[in-house]
């Protein structure tokens, strides 16, 4: 008997389990071997089907196995294409970067220098911060509370999470960490709009403070809206702060966008939203159309590095970005970032419902398709601001009962207590009202499990 005919779940995730890595992470929550795909939905071996509102933590835009990505594969293969060139051009990557620097804005697409890296997002990050260092001759970094851009040594530094920093010794140094604007955890203890002014005014000042104990900054990194950090979207004022008082003072602005990127959030790039420019932007996830591939696009002032200062065996993915230029072009020209933003109201607004007749969601926030609930424990002692205690447990049963009835959802944010919502962006209106069924009921479920 092959593999295929004697699987199932379980034994699968066994034999998952005796041989891979303890630092395996989505089966520990999500124990599920998947045989086929298709849009929003994954088929397991025993053959349940599930919603998949995970979709790769962001990475398929346009579901699984789309059409327009699979004949772009397919063409590629058929045409006799290079699958791997290094950073040789070829026309299937001067198209590609056609079209993205045609989803730009205008003034900095005429501008904008781009650098291939390595396959994952995080790779594009450490090129980001080479780049800047090497352009400005500092070295410091300022990043944000929550924030997270990746695994890697390098990234890590720059991340909030303190987890996966505990034991790894020699991280990066000059690594400065600023608070985010969070309404609902908000660092200063303040509600409403009073926390971003507070965390304006403090950076700035910061900045200009001659005692600060920071040196001058080569960059600095942020996500417009945070997603490992509990889809928690910046005021779109506090983003136009952010420019301002960096580009008054020359420092490089580094927009992480490997997860809000390519429509997600209502618009093309998440920084649209605020309507400014950054000096550097990171892509990755859906912009290979499933497949790996991240780049670095920057002002061409920042261009000083030299021949080899950022290499890569798999820059070149040749079927990575045949399959990102189809994803591109789909999404531009069928609306999907507008599509994004209604889908995402919808399912604001329906988890806004249940959050009045549920008092352990205590707050709803995102911005398109990247939205978050989290769960708190109303039985607790209350912060300055009005917020409750972080209720993990209950987060992961809800998580649980979503997986039992056959919906994939992922858990976020501080202590794992944000329910996570990252559908592909060709959700349907029909699929969000079915999705939001089956988490109003794993809800209630989570709650009476845990009387």
Known sequence: MTIKEQATNRSLLDQQERRESNARSYPRRIPIAIEEAEGIFVTDVDGKRYYDC???AGTLALG????????AMETVIRDKRPL???DITTPVKEEFVNEIYSNLPVGFA???KIQFCGPTGGDAIEAAMKLAKTATGNRSILSFQGGYHGATHGTMAISGNLGPKQKVQGLMPDVHFLPYPYAYRCPFGMSGDEGHYISSHYIENLLD??????LPPAAMILEVVQGEGGSIPAPIEWLQEMRRITKERGIPLIVDEIQTGIGRTGKFFAFE???IVPDMIVLSKAIGGSLPLSVVIYDKDLDQWGAGAHIGTFRGNQMAMAAGTATLKYVKENELPEHAERMGDIIQSSLKILQQTTIEIG?????GLMIGAEIIDPNKSQARNGSYPANPELASRIQKECFNRGLILEVG???GSVVRFLPPLIITREQVNEVMVIFKDAVQAALLKGE
């Not at 699984?64 to 004949?71: A, D, L, R, Y």
Request: negative net charge; glycine residues 14%.
């Open 209 to 214: 403070d001659p005692e600060s104990g920071i």
């Open 110 to 112: 005429e501008r904008a």
């Open 54 to 56: 995970l979709a790769g």
């Open 84 to 86: 791997h060139t290094l």
């Open 64 to 71: 699984h196995n789309h059409p327009v990505v699979i004949e």
């Open 273 to 275: 939203h605020a309507g």
């Open 413 to 415: 944010g501080r202590h």
């Open 363 to 367: 707050d709803v926030r995102g911005r």
